[in-house]
């Protein structure tokens, strides 16, 4: 048997930073959304022990440090060994972007196998081995829209939001996850008490596109943007040319413009390849996504 998933990207549509912990994560709260633009996963039968990842990129190496790889012998592990899979990794979306590119190959893996292997875990169980895989990945398994809290794990399911077609823009910079929060610790701004996720969602469902234009936040931009200017540059350049709100997503260094609407998006997607910067025009999706031609 041979299934295909599509992987979609995440933006965070709000990101609080609330402080240090001593385990070294951040807590955080973060409206979390789902958009059409996804990597595509295969998993087929193959026999144990044999789990091996093709495919994959330069920056996503299809070897046992990809995320993918983990996913699978972590589901295998948890379900008493004895499982092979052939997995082959499409990569579309940009790596080291802060668009969970690689937490969702895995949430899409563990989704992909629990149904090839027949293994039948519980969404919950799926969520705690996500969970120890990155904290994202929890995220692709529930929802298009949720609410995000503890160190990102912890989801409370949102209303979506009327559909909002934004693009994504990435200035070609891989930025790491952890120096980005090591930056934000130098800068000294985490713990201030905040409810911009909190406004954010009680817009939904049904927030217009300017509402949430006026709502969007994130507490990294600045650690970003000191660690890759671009990113900055980007950003001001999406504003430059008609987007409604832009902002850094997640850690970086990808930035996403807010559009009026499907053909605002493509226009706005051509003016900044234009520029050369990798750009794309998607929308919001709702969660299990089903993918486009
Ligand atoms: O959970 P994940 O593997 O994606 O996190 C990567 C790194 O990002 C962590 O090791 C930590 O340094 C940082 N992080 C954090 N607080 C979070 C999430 C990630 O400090 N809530």
């Known amino acids: 048997m041979t299934l295909t998933r599509p992987a979609p990207a995440k933006i965070n ?3 609080e930073i609330l402080g240090r912990r001593s385990d070294g994560y951040h807590n955080l709260r973060s409206v979390m959304q789902a958009i059409s633009l996804y990597d595509v996963i295969t998993v087929e039968d193959a026999p144990f022990p044999r789990i091996s990842v093709a495919g994959g ?7 046992e440090r990809n995320l993918v790889y983990r996913a699978a012998q972590a589901l295998d592990q948890s379900t008493g060994g004895g499982h092979g899979a052939r997995i082959a990794l499409e990569k579309r979306i940009p790596v080291g972007a802060g668009l969970g590119g690689g937490s969702s190959d895995a949430a899409a893996t563990l989704l992909a196998l629990n149904h090839l292997w027949g293994t039948g875990l519980s969404t919950e169980s799926l969520m705690e081995i996500g969970s120890t ?3 994202d990945v929890p995220f692709f398994l ?7 809290e503890g160190r990102g794990e912890r989801l409370t399911p949102l209303p979506p ?8 823009a990435w200035p070609d910079f891989h930025l790491s996850t952890p120096a980005v929060y090591a930056r934000l610790d130098d800068r000294g701004i985490e713990g201030q008490a905040s409810d911009r996720s909190a406004t954010l969602a009680s817009m939904l469902p049904g927030g217009s596109v300017e509402t949430v234009a006026a709502a969007i936040w994130n507490d990294m931009e600045q650690a970003a943007f000191d660690l890759c200017p671009t990113a900055g540059v980007v950003r001001d350049a999406l504003l430059e040319r008609g987007a409604l ?3 850094l997503s997640g850690s970086g260094s990808a930035v996403f413009g807010l559009a009026e609407d499907e053909a605002e998006a493509h226009s706005l997607a051509g003016k900044m390849k234009a520029l050369g910067t990798w750009a794309f ?3 919001t999706v709702p969660l299990p996504y089903e993918g486009e031609s």
């Open 142 to 148: 529930t929802g298009g829209t949720a609410l995000a």
């Open 281 to 283: 025009a998607c929308h």
């Open 133 to 135: 895989l990155g904290s």
């Open 161 to 168: 939001p009327e559909r909002l077609w934004l693009v994504v």
């Open 245 to 247: 709100a832009a902002m």
């Open 13 to 15: 549509l709000t990101l």
């Open 57 to 63: 990129s330069p920056d996503a190496p299809a070897d």
